[in-house]
């Protein structure tokens, strides 16, 4: 049984997974080659983004490897490129599903005790002095980075 | 002590509280009256917007009353109206300032077990089946919201 806080997030969590995900699907591959805003990312760029971020929370939290390593150059650190075009849209569309079907599950299935161990980017040492940088966090902090590109994309609705 | 999720969720609204104001601040009030995208909400309208959602969270916090119910029936439910200007973005920075200023006091003032009680729009009966919408996850929230909307407001930075 989870305590009622954690329950809250991971639930605040999906809810914004799913919110994103319904704003995408409706999102026409056509719209997704547009700008969110003259000179802004594109909604490709956006996609691209937060599914190579959602795939590194997957060794982050223990829960393996990245589905999609593929992605992380053209996404991560790199800014939008409109001259050149790794993926398309719907090998995105694809990915973004994938990982975060397998987020879902590995996420329902963590116990309760394991949210408030350490993620894997901190090491013993921080972790004794800095306790609130557990898996729980990771959560908390990935859920207002999906809000805050959510908000830019969903300019992409006509 | 506030246990240490309560203690993240609460950080992380700061954060974000402090992020959308450092962007704000960083604005001009000529880039407040630009829209985020062609055709969609200017920044004074998501500073106004923003500004009065904070405002409710007071009352719905049992935090007392709002700082400024004037600017409501503009901001909330009413698309932005670009032929009529009932506040100066001067006006709305003044009331952003005051609204988080007096939710930054009163959020560190409640007590750990506050945050874990009925917020003011639940009722006693809805609260026993629902115990998870308690003070906190109205914090989780509206971090989000705030997230959303600073993605936005970020697209008029030059």
């Known amino acids: 049984m989870k305590d009622i806080t954690t329950k809250m997030v991971l639930d605040t969590w999906q809810?914004?997974?799913?919110?994103?995900?319904?704003?995408?699907?409706?999102?026409?591959?056509?719209?997704?080659?547009?700008?969110?805003?003259?000179?802004?990312?594109?909604?490709?760029?956006?996609?691209?983004?937060?599914?190579?971020?959602?795939?590194?929370?997957?060794?982050?939290?223990?829960?393996?490897?990245?589905l999609h390593p593929e992605i992380k150059s053209s996404f991560i650190r790199t800014p939008d490129d409109t001259s050149s075009?790794?993926?398309?849209?719907?090998?995105?569309?694809?990915?973004?599903?994938?990982?975060?079907?397998?987020?879902?599950?590995?996420?329902?299935?963590?116990?309760?005790?394991?949210?408030?161990?350490k993620h894997s980017s901190i090491s013993e040492e921080?972790?004794?002095?800095?306790?609130?940088r557990n898996k729980l966090n990771v959560i908390i902090n990935r859920t207002n980075h999906l809000s805050y590109h959510t908000g830019q994309m969903a300019l992409l609705k006509k």
Chains 1, 2 share one sequence.
């Not at 990915?95 to 161990?117: G, H, P, R």
């Open 15 to 66: 809810t914004a997974v799913n919110r994103a995900d319904s704003l995408i699907q409706k999102l026409t591959d056509a719209d997704m080659l547009n700008a969110v805003a003259t000179n802004r990312n594109r909604g490709i760029y956006l996609l691209g983004h937060l599914t190579a971020v959602h795939d590194m929370m997957l060794p982050l939290l223990g829960m393996g490897d990245r």
């Open 126 to 132: 921080e972790f004794e002095k800095e306790p609130h």
């Open 85 to 117: 075009q790794p993926f398309t849209v719907s090998v995105l569309r694809k990915c973004w599903t994938d990982v975060n079907s397998k987020l879902e599950t590995q996420i329902n299935a963590l116990s309760s005790d394991e949210w408030f161990k």
